[in-house]
């Protein structure tokens, strides 16, 4: 059976801040039948992703697109895949059912086909499937690796996130607090400061944009110096970080947002800092560390269960509303994980 699959696509490659203007609500023709002989799974998608990465992916060019399978080129028109929630409609794999619920790499649309190896059988134990897109997929699985397997935390050290209200830098301090440091966030707006302080339990928090000289910012809430820094923005807030970094300090860089949109913007870190103060700079991608999944799922559904860990999600209904989100997500709209509900579970 044929039916309508709605998807959003790009109209042409972007460089610079995406706007809306920059997509289009497609429709396609699409098989609900699995075609003979296949291994395809066909999937209603539930619950998408709205990623910052994607933005490299619509470039015309990008050292991300050829080094990350999840990171290839997104061409013109054609339909997005983005991490996902779906229902599966009908299989020619043996490994799921129709009604299973999965999670995977699914699509910006309403229906998707898969026949890869990025998809798995959900069991949502009686949690809203909305976190399977978030605290417990793969932004938890980048906060959780890159906070423990790279940071390599020791109890009682001095820790500061940026970013620190999104998806991931939230569940990053969070992680701190339980595992015993000190941490420090900083967040775009005074919500989203109070939030980070009073729901989540974050030592201190500051707003960025009310600080005119960010090195002297991070000397007011770190006297001590940093121990640990979790990069999700790049550019001065690096390089600020850097310039406060204790002796054998270790730097994750999780993501640069603030130089995805500006091709002129770029950190330029004090190097004899680096070297004189034996700092540890490691970029990481959350894919290269599926081993921890099981470390790090039981861990933060425990953390869940014992309300020793909050769940911050941004969830918008409809598909339509793709482009917005994404858009959002480089002007700070977003408060914890952005998700669009394609349709209802
Ligand atoms: P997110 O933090 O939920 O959303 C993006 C946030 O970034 C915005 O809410 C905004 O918050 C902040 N931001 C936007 N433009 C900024 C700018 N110019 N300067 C400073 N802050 C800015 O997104 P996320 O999914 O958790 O991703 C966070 C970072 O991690 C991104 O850089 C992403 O690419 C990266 N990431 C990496 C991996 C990996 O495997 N390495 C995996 C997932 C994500 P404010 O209001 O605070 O400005």
New binding site residues.
Partial sequence: MEVTNKYVAIKANIDGAPQESDFELKNGSFSLLVKPGSKDVIIKNLYVSI???QINRMKIASDSQTTSVFATMIDPGKVIDAYGVGIVIASGNPEFEKDDYVVGLLSWGEYCVYNGPYLNKLDPMGLPLSYYVGALG??GL?AYA?FFEICKPKKGEKVFV????????NLVGQYAKQFGCYVVG????PK?VKLLKEKLGFDEVFN?KEEPDLNLALKRYFPDGIDIYFD??G?E?LEAAILNMNLHGRIAV?????E??DNGKRAIPDMLSVIYKRITIR?????DHMGMFPEFFSTTIDHLNTGKMQVLEDVSFGLEGVPSAFVG??????V???IVQVSND
């Fill in positions: 990623d910052p990465y793969l932004s980048t890159g940026s970013a620190a209200s999104g998806s991931v830098g900083c967040a775009g707006s989203k960025y999700n923005v550019a807030m999780c993501g640069v947002i603030s995805y949109t970029g990481f991608l959350a894919g997500l480089f002007r700070g709209d977003n914890g994980k952005r």
